[in-house]
């Protein structure tokens, strides 16, 4: 292991997962994302290119799975040119630590990600108190210490553009956490959401499971500024996309997401933002 670079120290394993866990869906000839208990990463390139990208890494422990998941798709031994991050927390940067202890990549991230991907700063603890179902309550066991990736970590170009990446803009989405960022392909309409919006709600244990799919607000034990938050789905909402691939839950198209996204914004306050709870 890298030296330079370490784990969270209350990483562990989170004995978590649907019913859509190690399933891959193809969204497009170069866009594929794969679930990984209860969380999304998306892989970009075509199958067998051996130039692709990496978008967050999923769970604590996920290394493993996801280069298999790599080699199946592009080859063994293949590693990405750059892996990049809708947001630092626990569920998105899970596998990171290890898959950078075997891949010399660059990581990019929004520079207000920065402390909890340098072992600087700690994310807020997770609210079980929040109003929501089973999985709210159990978000106490959730890791918030911030990993350290400082040898590897590069900012997002302040031009909006992803690097080596020339169809694909990010968007900053702050909210859920200050530097969540969303990535979109003009061309097909194609939204990568992280935790801005999601299609399943995240708090209940049963809808977890099954992911039955319905255009959600974040992830609510964990979003601290619903202000920020509710702006970020009007901008997303403003692109007018024709897929999402959320962070968790499936992929939505078509009248499903443009519908279930008007409602979202439409409703906001009252159908993501908690009624109680610490951030609130």
């Not at 051996?50 to 080859?75: C, H, T, V």
């Not at 630590?97 to 402390?115: C, I, K, R, T």
């Not at 097909?188 to 099954?210: H, P």
Request: aromatic content about 10%; overall charge negative.
């Amino acid at each position: 292991m890298d030296k330079d670079i370490f784990e969270s120290s209350d990483s562990k394993y989170i004995p978590m997962t649907s019913l859509q866990s190690r399933i891959g869906h193809e969204m497009a000839t170069d866009v594929y994302y794969y679930t990984n208990q209860i969380v999304n990463i998306i892989f970009l390139g075509n199958p067998g290119d051996r130039k692709w990208y990496l978008i967050d890494a999923g769970m604590p422990k996920s290394a493993p799975e996801i280069i298999n998941q790599a080699a199946e798709r592009f080859g063994e031994g293949s590693q990405p040119e750059a892996i990049i991050l809708t947001h630092g927390h626990f569920d998105h940067v899970g596998g990171l630590v290890d898959l950078l202890d075997g891949w010399n990549v660059p990581v990019y991230a929004h520079e207000a990600e920065f402390p909890y991907l340098t072992g600087e700063l700690s994310y807020p603890e997770p609210d079980s108190t929040v109003e929501g179902g089973m999985l709210a309550k159990l978000s106490a066991i959730y890791p918030n210490e911030p990993i350290n990736i400082k040898p590897y970590l590069k900012p997002l170009p302040k031009d909006g553009q992803l690097p080596g990446l020339e169809e694909w803009k990010w968007i900053h989405t702050p909210g859920h956490s200050p530097g969540h960022v969303s990535l979109f392909r003009e061309r097909d309409g194609l939204l990568i959401s992280g935790d801005a919006f999601v299609s399943v709600r995240q708090d209940s244990f049963y809808k977890v499971l099954t992911q039955k799919p319905e255009v959600c607000g974040p992830p609510r034990y964990l979003t601290t500024d619903w202000l920020s938050a509710k702006t970020s789905v009007e901008r997303l909402q403003s692109l007018h996309p024709r897929m999402v691939i959320p962070g968790h839950g499936v992929s939505l198209q078509g009248d499903e997401l443009t519908e279930g996204l008007h409602e979202l914004v439409k409703n906001f306050d009252q159908v993501a933002v908690p009624d109680y709870g610490k951030y609130i």
